[in-house]
């Protein structure tokens, strides 16, 4: 219970740190949001508009005070209104986010299909024909782009053979491409991870303990080996949570794919700040989320750590 | 021993490089066309006579424009790293050495960057500065020094403890010197394992980044940014993003490959196994 | 004869590791395996049950109650291993899988040699645990690292013991312990061996303990085996060089005049 006091703690402290940072950045950035939102409908238009638009926007005041005053909305859950579509941050990003869990959460359940499958056949049989053809498989996925792999993918499936859509969210179908493209891009990682964690597992006295007590080694395999390697492997993957959300925004993009990815780069393209910002401290929030999950899922995995600490506190 | 071990892959790398850049410079002499001239009236042309790989969707020669490619991909990858090398390895070897509050702090700072994925950091940043090469290359970089840091901050506590340094520091040797004669050494290896396995992830950060119109703005020539370009044209003309593709995927394999070798003949773990 | 083995040799691909041994071993004798590390003398008891790692093959046979355990079927081998043959290994913390309770550990293996119900199966684990002197519920429900490494190979004989098995195959089961403790384990299977009847091969390499418990004992060295006999015979009288020099490096730890360390004491005490 302390241990996530303590994290929840951290959480505010590096949300209040990072939020300053993105704000000062964006202060310091070169273009002005100003001119940006007023010349979206390409009509010129006089100083005294943009003037009068800055002060409205309190961009006038010092750096710290529009930093106060935005921290005060902040904590109202008042993220401010996107220059680009006039509606508030909050609720774009509300709109864009199911779309993102929704691709995230398929891609890794393809690529977890994949690779606990593909791992465990390859650590089980080193260096047989499955094994090689495995690895080459991990080697190759490791290398190639995910972005070209889906232009590939949209080629093969939608072009040529017509099968299945590339752009939009509309359907069930428009969601198979995308995922494919960042579960088989994953896979290929964690295939690698799970071989070498398997084998290191499938190396360790207790498991020879294991065998010589009779077990069946489907016994030995699922319930002791690779729960023994599991650890290494959620501890990357919980890691790398927040950096499939960025592999995200380049498949969102080629995919035209409505979620907060997509949402993002437009709004760098156009220079929305605010909409920028509010990815940022959302984000960061997630990321943090995501760590402290990662942390105590270990404790499920990793009895030792669960009794100590609970002995400590 | 350990002498050998360090020189033998220093040498490899040192020639690969050498190998790269000597390639890079050569070809530029016989690039038989400007990347950046447009004709219009040779658009999209097929591979063939004038055009080894024919033509975009511009004019430009596509061959012409691969090459300067390399030299922008694989060239901006290898400043990449270079900067995060020497931003992080001192501020990791300092770090380390000193201790105490500093390091604490260094640690905390580290850990923030840490937490954020590197893709989310890489296009915040780019996109807070603006599209843009040099904005691409400064956000890069940022996401990757803290990873130098890391290691060699830990490499140097893993080592601090040690007799031999220890006795080097009772010998009065001056913290440079050790820094410098018995530091540098186990650092050096560790941290060419992970800038070669870095190479291919910053490759692929890049050319992804342009892709997405973040990085390299056209008509300079990028890989990934042609594959934007040619994306439009895939139908009737695929070459123009399988090119591309596969010369960065092939240049990401060479990187993963040499990576592995150098981390399979540095590392101890791997090395034990059997009995 | 409960285990003969004859002419047994091990290979790592072309490299023979053991040399032709041959070795017997009768019901309910102790036979020690005594040698310096690396003499092959594990991986010949690894060889038994077919445990041996992939890279490393077995020739020659052994016989178990007549049978050459060498040409059994990997099912027939599994079936033995734990019910008629038990290890007990060097490392006590490899003895037990870490993150699982003790309690599931027995149950597991219960499951896998036996049919009898959940109830029946927790009665007989608790009962062994307590046979070995522990505390059967508290350690039941704990797990591998919130025990002593004395207690964990306490629980690793009654878990070895348990399906009363006809062998028991101890591979330095003492090695990681601290003296006290290593006596104590090995007067606990001592006592185990005398109420289940079951022969045990001991490998060690203190040939203290080969005198105190054996009944027959074999010197390895370099993957052969150079000399057998009785302990008594073999320590006292050693025909071998390699026998010799193991017995003339044992601290005379008996010959210690107790009024001297005594003595020392009080001067120190003034």
Redesign the interface.
């Known amino acids: 219970m302390k241990m996530i006091a303590n994290r929840l703690l951290e959480l505010v402290l590096?949300l209040l740190?990072?939020s300053f940072i993105?704000f000062a950045?964006?202060k310091l950035?070169?273009?002005d949001p100003v001119r940006y939102m007023l010349n979206i409908d390409d009509v010129a238009v006089s100083e005294e508009r943009i003037e009068e638009l800055r002060e409205e926007l309190g961009f006038n005041e010092p750096i710290i005070v529009q930093y106060g005053l935005w921290l005060v909305r902040f904590f109202q859950f008042d993220l401010g209104i996107s220059y680009m579509t006039q509606q508030p941050v909050t609720q774009e990003l509300a709109e864009k986010l199911p779309a993102t869990l929704i691709l995230t959460f398929c891609s890794v359940v393809i690529m977890t299909l994949i690779s606990v499958p593909v791992g465990s056949l390859s650590a089980l049989y080193k260096n047989k024909m499955i094994d090689q053809v495995s690895r080459l498989f991990a080697?190759?996925g490791?290398?190639?782009?995910?972005?070209?792999l889906g232009?590939?993918l949209i080629?093969w499936f939608s072009?040529k053979l017509g099968w299945l859509p590339s752009m939009g969210s509309d359907s069930i179908l428009h969601l198979i491409l995308p995922s494919v493209t960042l579960g088989v891009a994953m896979a290929a990682v964690y295939v690698r991870l799970l071989r070498s964690s398997l084998l290191e597992s499938l190396?360790?006295?207790?498991v020879?303990?294991?065998?010589?007590?009779?077990?069946?080694?489907f016994?030995i395999f699922w319930?002791?080996a690779l729960?023994?390697s599991m650890v290494p492997v959620i501890t990357i993957f919980g890691v790398?949570l927040?950096?499939?959300?960025?592999?995200t925004?380049?498949i969102e993009?080629?995919f035209s794919y409505p979620g907060i990815g997509k949402l993002?780069?437009d709004?760098?393209?156009r220079?929305d700040y605010p909409v920028?910002q509010g990815?940022?401290l959302f984000?960061?929030l997630f990321?943090?989320v995501i760590?402290i999950l990662v942390d105590l899922s270990y404790r499920y995995?990793?009895?030792?750590i669960r009794?100590k600490e609970g002995g400590s506190t | 021993m350990k002498q050998i071990i360090v020189h033998k892959p220093i040498f490899l790398i040192g020639g690969m490089l050498i190998l790269v850049l000597t390639f890079a410079a050569a070809i530029s002499f016989i690039v038989p066309y400007d990347p950046l001239h447009v004709n219009m009236k040779e658009r999209l042309l097929p591979a063939g006579a004038g055009h080894i790989l024919g033509t975009d969707h511009l004019g430009r020669d596509i061959f012409s424009r691969i090459i300067a490619g390399a030299k922008t991909t694989v060239g901006t990858g290898l400043l990449i790293l270079g900067a995060a090398v020497v931003i992080g390895v001192p501020a990791g070897l300092i770090s380390g050495y000193a201790g105490g509050r500093f390091d604490r702090i260094f640690m905390r700072i580290i850990d923030a960057f840490m937490a954020f994925p590197d893709y989310i950091v890489a296009i915040v940043l780019s996109g807070l500065l603006g599209p843009g090469m040099l904005n691409l290359i400064f956000a890069i970089v940022m996401v990757k020094w803290v990873g130098y840091a890391r290691l060699v901050r830990g490499t140097v506590l893993s080592q601090k403890q040690k007799d031999y340094i220890i006795l080097a520091k009772i010998n009065g040797l001056g913290p440079m010197r050790i820094l410098w004669k018995h530091m540098m050494p186990h650092v050096a290896g560790n941290v060419l394992v992970l800038a070669t396995l870095d190479l291919g992830k910053v490759i692929l950060m890049i050319a992804a980044l342009s892709y997405i119109g973040l990085g390299a703005q056209p008509p300079a020539p990028e890989w990934g940014a042609m594959l934007n370009d040619g994306k439009a044209f895939f139908y009737h003309k695929p070459e123009l993003m399988i090119i591309p593709g596969v010369c960065i995927m092939l240049v990401v394999l060479l990187s993963n490959l040499a990576g592995d070798f150098l981390r399979d003949h540095y590392d101890v773990k791997s090395q034990k196994g059997g009995q | 004869m409960l285990l003969s083995m004859n002419g047994l040799s091990i290979y790592h691909k072309k490299r023979c590791i053991v040399d032709k041994v041959s070795l017997a071993l009768a019901y309910g004798e102790w036979h020690a395996v005594a040698g310096e590390s690396g003499s092959g003398k594990s991986v010949t008891a690894l060889s038994i049950a077919g445990l041996l790692p992939n890279e490393l093959s077995a020739e020659g046979s052994i016989f178990y109650e007549g049978i050459d355990l060498l040409t059994f079927s990997h099912k027939k081998m599994r079936l033995l291993r734990g019910k008629k043959i038990s290890y007990i290994f060097q490392d006590y913390q490899g003895s037990f899988t870490p993150f699982m309770t003790i309690g599931s550990q027995f149950d597991e293996m219960l499951c896998t040699h036996t049919d009898l119900p959940k109830k029946a199966r927790q009665t007989k684990a608790l009962l062994s645990l307590e046979e070995v002197g522990l505390p059967p519920e508290r350690t039941f429900c704990s797990y591998p690292f919130q025990l002593s490494g004395g207690q964990v190979q306490r629980a690793a004989i009654a878990m070895a013991t348990m399906l009363q098995p006809k062998l028991i195959i101890a591979d330095e089961p003492t090695t990681a312990l601290d003296s006290i403790t290593a006596t104590a384990v090995l007067q606990l299977l001592k006592k185990r061996q005398s109420e289940t009847g079951c022969g045990v091969l001991f490998i060690t390499h203190d040939l203290r303990t080969v005198k105190k418990y054996s009944d027959t004992v074999s010197v390895m060295q370099y993957g052969r085996i150079v000399e057998t006999g009785r302990p008594h015979h073999v320590l006292a009288k050693p025909k071998h060089e390699y026998t010799k020099q193991l017995v003339s490096a044992l601290p005379p730890l008996c010959n210690v005049p107790v009024r001297l360390g005594r003595e020392a004491l009080k001067e120190g005490l003034k």
Request: net charge positive; glycine share 8%; aromatic share 10%.
């Open positions: 590096f740190v990072l993105s950045f964006m950035a070169p273009g080697l190759i490791a290398s190639v782009p995910s972005f070209w232009l590939l080629q072009v190396n360790q006295d207790f020879i303990s294991a065998k010589a007590r009779g077990l069946s080694s016994r319930f002791h729960r023994h790398s927040g950096s499939l959300l960025g592999g925004v380049i993009v080629l993002v780069v709004a760098i393209v220079r920028i990815y940022i984000m960061g990321v943090a760590n995995l990793d009895p030792e009794l």
